[in-house]
């Protein structure tokens, strides 16, 4: 995966947890290995981990204890200094919006508040790779706005964001790059970008023959989505993914409509979601960043 910000997609049971537990040395591949930061996990996990940030999903602070004393007692764990990592969970805790409540035990906290707080210790030693476990599980619309935007903000310090999550939307809106996992299995990666515009469609609507209009678009190796099954003397619509260069799909649309004498009442056109590449998956072109292949480490 490359650096910056990574959206890491699936839904529960997929694997991130998982794949988390690799990269954190937790646990050992079955087969192939695992390479964090020019370290293989494998040979070196302790200095592995100590490249890394890890905001775990679950609620796992101690309530009696102070949000500083939480972050500073980690930032000691991962090797600074007492006074350093007294100072450092002050500016930590500060960036996470924590700074007024900071001397509070965490067992008073809202849900939101000890969200910023794991994320503030995942940050505390400064890693080159944070990974965020569902950072925005249980948050109302206000506070998941305000992680966003937090996450988003690593970037500019030089960190590096593994971001999982169940949340499509989330992803597109922080990451610029995603991988998707289903049971284990991968199912397309690649640039943020690059797999909307992949999935982006055109509307084809006619006023008649819309059954032969699919089939013939089918037959031309366009990936068509239709409601129906239509009758061939019936209007309608279908939708052609468009992938990243609409040119030759508009040729074939007009080749095929100028063939089959339909005339054509509706052209337009849509952006993809991510909900549609994971669902595509296999089928997008790997050559434009979906597939193991599609980029480099």
């Known amino acids: 995966m490359p650096r910056g910000l990574v959206g890491l997609v699936g839904a529960n049971g997929a694997g991130k947890t998982t794949l988390f537990r690799l990269l954190l040395g937790l646990a050992?591949?079955?087969?192939?290995?695992?390479?964090?930061?020019?370290?293989?996990?494998?040979?070196?996990?302790?200095?592995?981990?100590?490249?890394?940030?890890?905001?775990?999903?679950?609620?796992?602070?101690?309530?009696?204890?102070s949000a500083a004393d939480v972050v500073a007692t980690l930032g000691e764990l991962s090797g600074l200094p007492p006074r350093a990592a007294r100072q450092r969970a002050s500016e930590i805790l500060d960036l996470v919006g924590?700074?007024?409540?900071?001397?509070?035990?965490?067992?008073?906290?809202?849900?939101?508040?000890?969200?910023?707080?794991?994320?503030?210790?995942?940050?505390?030693?400064?890693?080159?790779?944070?990974?965020?476990?569902?950072?925005?599980?249980?948050?109302?619309?206000?506070?998941?706005?305000?992680?966003?935007?937090?996450?988003?903000?690593?970037?500019?310090?030089?960190?590096?964001?593994?971001?999982?999550?169940?949340?499509?939307?989330?992803?597109?809106?922080?990451?610029?790059?995603?991988?998707?996992?289903?049971?284990?299995?991968?199912?397309?990666?690649?640039?943020?970008?690059?797999?909307?515009?992949?999935?982006?469609?055109?509307?084809?609507?006619?006023?008649?023959?819309?059954?032969?209009?699919?089939?013939a678009l089918a037959d031309r190796s366009l990936t068509v989505v239709a409601d129906g099954p239509f009758r061939d003397d019936e209007g309608g619509s279908v939708d052609v993914v468009v992938g990243t260069d609409p040119g030759p799909v508009l040729d074939t649309i007009r080749d095929v409509l100028a063939d089959l004498g339909l005339p054509l009442h509706r052209l337009s056109s849509r952006a993809g979601s991510l909900d549609e590449a994971f669902t595509l998956g296999g089928t997008l072109d790997g050559s434009g960043g979906a597939g193991p292949g599609g980029w480099g480490p």
Do not use: W
């Not at 707080?117 to 940050?123: H, I, P, R, S, W």
């Not at 988003?152 to 030089?158: D, E, P, Q, W």
């Open 98 to 215: 924590l700074d007024e409540a900071r001397f509070r035990p965490v067992g008073g906290f809202s849900t939101g508040m000890r969200q910023r707080v794991k994320l503030a210790q995942a940050l505390v030693a400064d890693p080159e790779l944070a990974l965020l476990d569902e950072p925005t599980a249980g948050l109302d619309p206000t506070g998941r706005e305000e992680m966003l935007a937090l996450v988003a903000r690593l970037a500019s310090f030089g960190i590096s964001v593994l971001l999982a999550t169940h949340l499509l939307d989330d992803v597109a809106r922080v990451c610029d790059h995603v991988v998707m996992l289903d049971a284990g299995r991968l199912v397309v990666a690649g640039p943020t970008e690059t797999l909307l515009r992949q999935t982006g469609k055109l509307t084809v609507e006619v006023n008649a023959g819309v059954g032969r209009l699919a089939r």
């Open 28 to 65: 050992r591949p079955t087969e192939g290995a695992v390479e964090v930061c020019g370290r293989a996990v494998a040979a070196d996990p302790v200095g592995s981990r100590a490249r890394l940030g890890y905001m775990p999903e679950h609620d796992c602070l101690p309530l009696d204890q």
